[in-house]
């Protein structure tokens, strides 16, 4: 099924894909106490410098431990370390794809949270939720993991259904159809009142799924009818609706880092009988707003799959609040952000590495061209507190999802 051609391969060969970041290894892996050291001691080269970055094919640069090598019932395998980071928390790299009787494809050098920011509506509290969460994990039990295996206590590995692949019936109606399954790799944080599952699925369609839900309990914050929504008995007490405005971070290197391009459609003609496709591609570090019918893509036209169409990921940010605060936190004006990789740039907000910029506005703000794209995607949930909400609070997910756009020449369910 596939063509691995050309460009990418060849720079691996000679060894040529490292030349950015080559810092990543020290700065990427800094920090101190608590359930993230204990997990990262042993945690091998899985930080290590991106010009270690494993070639197409090759095992993941991590030790067993740390190693998550699924075949899924379809064949779709997916391959991938983890780590648990102090300031982010849980952190998965170097994740390849493999379709059922296809080749190997690199997909994300790294992703994590960047931020979880929870702006109050009266205007105050406003947190900013990731800095040292890594030191929040939770230690899960069995059932916490039903049906997977927990590593260190900390991360579940488990695999769930997802439904129908596909169906389909002949012209004499007798169906056709398969169910497809999800490779779920999760951990939970504790965080205040709240709980935080963060979570992603990679389903045996190619697909990934990044989410986090909110549990645990409501932080019991009292405001007045404007801003909340009355909990308990008659109306005295009015929760305060708040924003849960998560960022997540995406290394994207589509088979090594040399190559991959961004891009954005739309879909013009509104109001009209026709749509016509509008590509605008990234050159240089930049935002952007969500639209109906807008979606991106990270593509490396130097890897082709067997049409000889270039392989790519597209992202589709369709459920999110899409919160704008103030002009003190203008990292949540837009729904993507698209950067050149800078191993300090962590988090989109309060980031804590020093030699870099606070937030994610600043980080684009000097429109350096783009050689090797990171994407950042916000999704914002307004959460106003319901009755339901009691003790413990009903999970609320939000998320995002990446699906593979040619990266196979056929439906690879
Ligand atoms: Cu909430």
């Given at each position: 099924m596939f063509l691995r051609l050309t460009l990418s391969s060849a720079l691996l060969a000679a060894g040529l894909t490292g030349a950015t970041g080559s810092t990543a290894g020290s700065t990427e892996t800094a920090g101190t106490a608590g359930a993230a050291e204990a997990v990262r001691a042993a945690a091998g080269s899985a930080g290590a410098a991106r010009a270690a970055q494993a070639a197409p094919g090759s095992q993941p640069s991590c030790s067993s431990p740390y190693r998550i090598d699924k075949t899924l019932p379809n064949g779709a395998?997916?391959?991938?370390?983890?780590?648990?980071?102090?300031i982010e928390g849980l952190t998965l790299t170097d994740v390849t794809y493999t379709p059922d009787g296809g080749e190997p494809t690199g997909v994300l050098r790294s992703t994590a949270l960047a931020q979880i920011h929870v702006p109050y509506d009266s205007g105050e509290p406003r947190f900013h939720d990731i800095g040292t969460i890594g030191d929040?994990?939770?230690?899960?039990?069995?059932?916490?993991?039903?049906?997977?295996?927990?590593?260190?206590?900390?991360?579940?590995?488990?695999?769930?259904?997802?439904?129908?692949?596909?169906?389909?019936?002949?012209?004499?109606?007798?169906?056709?159809?398969?169910?497809?399954?999800?490779?779920?790799?999760?951990?939970?944080?504790?965080?205040?009142?709240?709980?935080?599952?963060?979570?992603?699925?990679?389903?045996?369609?190619?697909?990934?799924?990044?989410?986090?839900?909110?549990?645990?309990s409501l932080s019991g914050f009292t405001t007045t009818p404007g801003y909340g929504w009355p909990i308990g008995v008659g109306s005295t007490k009015f929760e305060e609706s708040h924003n849960h405005n998560v960022f997540w971070r995406l290394d994207f290197d589509i088979e090594g880092s040399r190559g991959d391009v961004v891009e954005q459609y739309d879909f013009a003609g509104s109001g009209t009988s026709k749509r016509k496709l509008v590509k605008t591609v990234f050159d240089e570090e930049t935002k952007a707003v969500n639209g109906r019918m807008r979606w991106w893509r990270v593509v490396d036209s130097?890897?082709?799959?067997?049409?000889?169409?270039?392989?790519?990921?597209?992202?589709?940010?369709?459920?999110?609040?899409?919160?704008r605060g103030p002009a003190d936190e203008a990292f949540t004006r837009a729904d993507l952000y698209v950067t050149d990789y800078r191993a300090c740039e962590r988090l989109a907000s309060t980031n804590p590495t020093p030699g870099c910029g606070k937030s994610l506005d600043r980080y684009v703000a000097d429109g350096k061209r783009l050689t090797d794209p990171v994407v950042w995607v916000n999704v914002g949930f307004h959460h106003v507190a319901r009755?339901?909400?009691?003790?413990?609070?009903?999970?609320?997910?939000?998320?995002?999802?990446?699906?593979?756009?040619d990266v196979t020449a056929k439906n690879p369910s």
């Open positions: 395998r997916w391959q991938l370390c983890w780590e648990m980071r102090t929040d994990a939770i230690a899960l039990k069995s059932a916490d993991c039903p049906g997977g295996e927990r590593r260190s206590q900390f991360v579940c590995v488990t695999t769930r259904a997802r439904g129908h692949g596909y169906m389909k019936s002949d012209g004499e109606g007798v169906s056709t159809s398969v169910q497809g399954t999800d490779l779920v790799v999760f951990a939970a944080f504790q965080l205040g009142w709240y709980t935080y599952l963060v979570e992603w699925a990679f389903g045996d369609d190619g697909a990934i799924t990044p989410r986090i839900g909110a549990t645990g130097g890897v082709r799959n067997a049409d000889r169409h270039p392989v790519s990921w597209e992202i589709n940010n369709l459920a999110s609040a899409e919160y009755d339901e909400d009691a003790d413990p609070m009903p999970t609320h997910w939000q998320g995002f999802r990446i699906t593979p756009r």
